[in-house]
């Protein structure tokens, strides 16, 4: 199936007949794991959609945490907007050179800050690129446009709100990290991060809501990958991940599955296993 959302998913063939809209603005959201040694922006100046501008993950943050990209400041968030000439009465698309890796965390960021006419291009860069359509290495020309935000703060939780629902068990605590992560099997990409997981989460791996060319899949894979794992899909979530990228394809997911309640850790993994007071589970139990 193809999603055809303007506020959550569309599809390749929705993008080439929506690139030259007026009001169309799109994001180039690519962030890749320190250990690839990829540079996210030296790809997008070499290749990126039409008109696409960069959104740096890094640097759209609040530089004030030790955390790795924690939420920006509305302000900040703001600024750089302006600065990339997005603003109200927009249509914002968002990709990633991967599929749906860090773009949904940008998605989730746009929602954070009251906006809600943003989707993803499913499948992203690759898709779009594997099916021969345009990409160029020309820098969009940008028009000052005004942008209203109003900080939803239902969407985002903190340490002690994690750690609250861990002990009363009102907000399923979902982890989107690989399987081996969230059992403690191996080592955590950041040093100095203890392995393991929040107690009383649940496992869904991010990539197993996604189909073999990175597309989301449908409602009704989407909804067994989460009963599988013992997660309600309509109940309250909290995602959680490494450090609250991927953590977004969950709150993605969720949101396509109608369900009215759903955040995102912001610290993520990379809060939770840093600090010794907080309890670890491992293994199967």
Request: a negative charge.
């Amino acid at each position: 199936m193809a999603y055809d959302d303007p506020k959550t998913l569309v599809s390749t063939d929705w993008l080439a007949d929506h690139l030259n809209d007026p009001d169309l603005r799109l994001i180039d959201a690519s962030w890749h794991m320190p250990a690839e040694n990829r540079d996210a922006k030296a790809e997008y100046d070499a290749a990126h959609i039409p008109g696409a501008r960069f959104f740096d993950i890094d640097e759209i943050a609040d530089l004030r945490s030790d955390l790795p990209h924690m939420a920006p400041p509305v302000e900040k968030f703001m600024a750089r907007m302006r600065a990339m000439g997005i603003g109200d009465g927009h249509q914002v698309v968002v990709y990633d050179a991967e599929g749906l890796f860090s773009a949904p965390r940008v998605w989730w960021t746009f929602r954070l800050m009251g906006k809600t006419d943003v989707a993803l291009l499913d499948g992203g860069l690759a898709k779009w690129r594997a099916e021969g359509r345009p990409v160029d290495d020309m820098a969009p020309v940008i028009r000052d446009r005004h942008m209203t935000v109003s900080r939803q703060a239902d969407l985002v939780k903190d340490v002690t709100q994690v750690a609250a629902a861990a002990k009363l068990g009102d907000w399923q605590i979902v982890d989107a990290r690989a399987a081996d992560r969230f059992r403690g099997e191996t080592p955590e990409p950041r040093e100095g991060l203890r392995s393991g997981r929040i107690p009383n989460s649940k496992n869904v791996c991010f990539r197993d809501l996604l189909n073999d060319d990175a597309t989301m899949k449908d409602e009704a894979d989407l909804r067994a990958v989460f009963e599988a794992a013992g997660v309600d899909p309509q109940k309250p979530v909290i995602s959680t991940c490494g450090s609250g990228v991927t953590a977004a394809v969950l709150d993605l997911a969720l949101e396509i599955l109608g369900n009215p309640r759903h955040a995102v850790y912001d610290g993520s993994w990379a809060e939770w296993g840093m600090y010794n007071d907080l309890k670890v589970a491992t293994g199967d139990n």
